[in-house]
């Protein structure tokens, strides 16, 4: 008797077709579902009222908003943004800076959008040299910005802390406008260049003969300081971990109150 | 045998596919910012100079600032020989110990009123090999309360030590009013 090979049984390609097929139709399916929810709110003879979430946030300094970025509501994937330029109306024309005046700059956030959020501000505070390098030697704590509401409302993240950078968070939930409270309290309210950099100089001395000349040079002469504050929103919904995804911090809320977590 | 072994593998990238399309979503959060920046220059230092006249035994001092300088106080006294007197007269100045005080801020590109120095007990044939009167005066930076206003001329301090970033503070070098003169 002649002896039977044992062959492998081989799978027929409808089988590997019907499994691309349920493979492909799971993909399609997960999408399917958001469209088909989409498509509800339309129909050709009743138009329903929609509410669009549209995130914004704007930069208040002295009662004007000085720079925003809000979602465009009308869903066209587009944002209202402007940037604008921080301490531009602090001196009055025709006078220069005063070292020790202390100047108003009252510093706040506005929610500009249609959704609740959450806000943080980092401020950097620096010098410049006369061709816009960052002077590393120059100490921006002589850049006294009047930091207020800490602790109250505004809590700092002090591992974010350095000489140049603070990162404040404001604490409790920033309403949209018309739901609640959508301005947050000041997080600063005056400027004052302190006066003792008038007295740091370099000196440098040069005998000739018997003469000897001290050139005295300020360290500050030319130099230009700056401030810059940086405003980030995110919504309400998920917060812990959509700050955790947007902003890498961990938070954790307490009765509404948001405290950062180490 | 060698179709069905990538059969696995087909699932196994459909399984990722399916369940990186829901992962995208999770990640989607509403976030926004906006940014403002400004600052301004610092402008430090002044140039001043004496400027004198002699006639009918009275020096005329005027102390001038150069254009640009920032505000400045300005004082001023002379030196002489024992067996002279010196007589000190001039509208805006006035006594302060040794010093004669200009009363008002000195702005670059201004000049001081006059301080006229009449020197008395001339013999009736002076030897002026050995007449010597010295001027020296000295400017200081006007410095401003947290308002704004300035310190006036009395308020100000004439000792200020500059921080040349050095251990040896308190040297003659480091005064921090600048001083000038001139003699006769």
């Not at chain 1, 602090?90 to 108003?104: A, C, D, F, H």
């Not at chain 1, 980030?232 to 961990?250: C, F």
């Not at chain 2, 989607?28 to 100079?49: C, H, K, N, S, W």
Request: aromatic share 10%.
């Amino acid at each position: 008797m002649k002896k039977k090979k044992k062959r492998m049984k081989v799978a027929s390609p409808m089988v590997t077709v019907a499994l691309f097929a349920v493979a492909m139709a799971m993909l399609i399916g997960s999408s399917v579902g958001g469209t088909k929810a989409a498509l509800t709110y339309y129909s050709e003879t009743y138009t329903s009222r929609i509410q669009m979430y549209d995130i914004g946030v704007s930069l208040v300094e002295n009662e004007e908003e000085v720079s925003w970025r809000d979602y465009n509501s009308a869903g066209d994937g587009t944002w209202n943004e402007h940037t604008g330029v921080l301490l531009e109306h602090m001196i009055p024309e025709g006078e220069s800076l005063v070292l020790g005046k202390t100047y108003q700059e009252n510093l706040k956030v506005r929610n500009t959008g249609t959704i609740n959020q959450y806000v943080r501000v980092s401020i950097y505070k620096y010098w410049l040299d006369s061709e816009g390098k960052k002077r590393q030697d120059l100490s921006p704590a002589l850049i006294d910005l009047n930091l207020v509401n800490l602790g109250t409302d505004w809590i700092e993240d002090e591992s974010a802390r350095t000489q140049e950078r603070t990162v404040l968070y404001y604490n409790k939930l920033l309403c949209a406008q018309g739901e609640g409270q959508s301005e947050t309290p000041l997080f600063a309210d005056t400027l004052t260049i302190d006066g003792s950099i008038a007295k740091k100089v370099s000196q440098e001395t040069n005998k000739t003969g018997n003469y000897t000349t001290i050139v005295t040079t300020y360290d500050y002469d030319g130099i230009s300081f700056q401030i810059e504050v940086e405003v980030d929103a995110v919504q309400e919904h998920n917060a812990e971990d959509a700050i955790w995804s947007a902003w890498g911090k961990r938070v954790a809320f307490h009765d509404g109150v948001l405290s950062l977590v180490d | 045998m060698r179709k069905r072994r990538y059969l696995p593998a087909i699932f196994a990238l459909a399984a990722v596919t399916v369940a990186g399309a829901s992962v995208g979503q999770a990640w989607a959060y509403f976030t926004t910012y906006a940014e403002a920046a400004g600052g301004y220059t610092i402008r430090l230092g002044d140039r001043t100079e004496i400027r004198e006249d002699f006639s009918d035994w009275t020096k005329h001092v005027v102390i001038d600032s150069q254009e640009g300088s920032q505000p400045v106080y300005v004082r001023a006294r002379a030196f002489c020989g024992s067996q002279y007197e010196l007589v000190y007269s001039g509208d805006g100045w006035t006594q302060a110990g040794d010093y004669y005080y200009y009363n008002d801020i000195l702005y670059g590109g201004q000049e001081t009123n006059p301080l006229d120095i009449r020197i008395e007990g001339i013999p009736e044939t002076p030897d002026k090999d050995y007449f010597n009167v010295i001027v020296i005066y000295e400017s200081v930076p006007v410095q401003y309360h947290e308002d704004g206003t300035a310190f006036s001329v009395q308020e100000t301090d004439w000792s200020q030590i500059l921080d040349t970033g050095s251990t040896e503070a308190g040297s003659a070098e480091d005064h921090g009013s600048a001083e000038g003169g001139d003699e006769a």
